[in-house]
């Protein structure tokens, strides 16, 4: 599946429709499985989880290298070259903003606002902060197309014994800014990223000015940061809903998708398919998945 990357903080425009239908394994003893069941039923909300709590360690972890400081100075020079971004830092902050968030000397902080060789030294210092930072802003719940994979099942759904929501599509439609589904671009090597990838990411995500950065590096950078992994987790065949502008953990609604079915998995005790039928009622067809008579596979049988 070909990456699909956002532009600044969202998608403002996709070459392709998403997903029909997309799913999503739950384990069974979580202590927030009844209030998920209720979000998503009633609310069509599921729950954006913080990057930083991702289970892959190579996630957003691309190989750093450090450019010419005079090819960051000349960055610099193009960036305060523009009368409406002198005064400022790359991230949007003023002088005065600055010394009120870091305490550091107005002085000190007029330098961050320039393209001296001491704001250089220090944004490649900085680098890998910006990478955290763009991790730990960055919430996201993940999806998947197949339903009947064993893998999933077994890593994500306790073994077997949890459940999957199904997830079908309203419309292609799409409003900037909101979180839709994008593929997860699987790669034997990782990404190689540079402190200008890493400027112009930073730069065309607060300003959105083509003048200052470079678009595709700032794609190139976000998506190997957020939806690149490993070949080796190809089996997930992953979609992402990522939210690049509200930075906190919780539930969001889906806007162009709704719950549709949900799927008990071959090991679901009848304590949790009771707790599952209690919450959705009548509203949503239930079933169980099957274990194929003659081949090492699942299938999910017709409402």
Known sequence: MAYKGPKAVGVPELKTSFP??????????????????ERIVNKTELFFSS?????DPFEGNPVLIQTKPIEVRKWLRNFYSYPEYRGMTVTGLTAAELVAKTRCTLRDAKRMCSDNLKNVQML????????????????????????????????????????CFELKKLSDNYIKGQAVPIGVDYVE??????TI?????????????????????AIKTTGALLWEKSQAWAY???????DLIDHKPGYRK??????????????????????I??????RLPIVKAQIASDTYSIEIPLP
């Open 197 to 217: 990838d890493i400027l112009n990411m930073i730069a065309n995500s607060r300003h959105g000015d083509n003048r200052i950065s470079d678009e595709k590096s």
């Open 124 to 163: 490649e210092k900085t680098t890998q902060k910006h990478i955290e930072n763009t991790k730990s802003n960055s919430c996201m719940v993940c999806t998947n197309l197949d339903p009947t994979c064993v893998l999933m099942w077994s890593h994500y759904s306790q073994g077997h014994a949890g459940y």
């Open 236 to 242: 997930e065949q992953e979609y992402r809903f990522v």
């Open 277 to 282: 039928r209690t919450v959705v009622g009548s």
């Open 189 to 194: 090597q990782r990404s190689t990223l540079s």
């Open 51 to 55: 990057m930083a709590a991702m289970n």
């Open 254 to 275: 889906l806007q162009n998708y709704k719950l549709s079915k949900i799927i008990l998995g071959l090991r679901c005790s009848t304590e949790t398919e009771h707790t």
């Open 20 to 37: 029909k239908t997309l799913f999503r394994y739950r384990p069974a003893n979580s202590q927030y499985m009844q209030e998920e069941l």
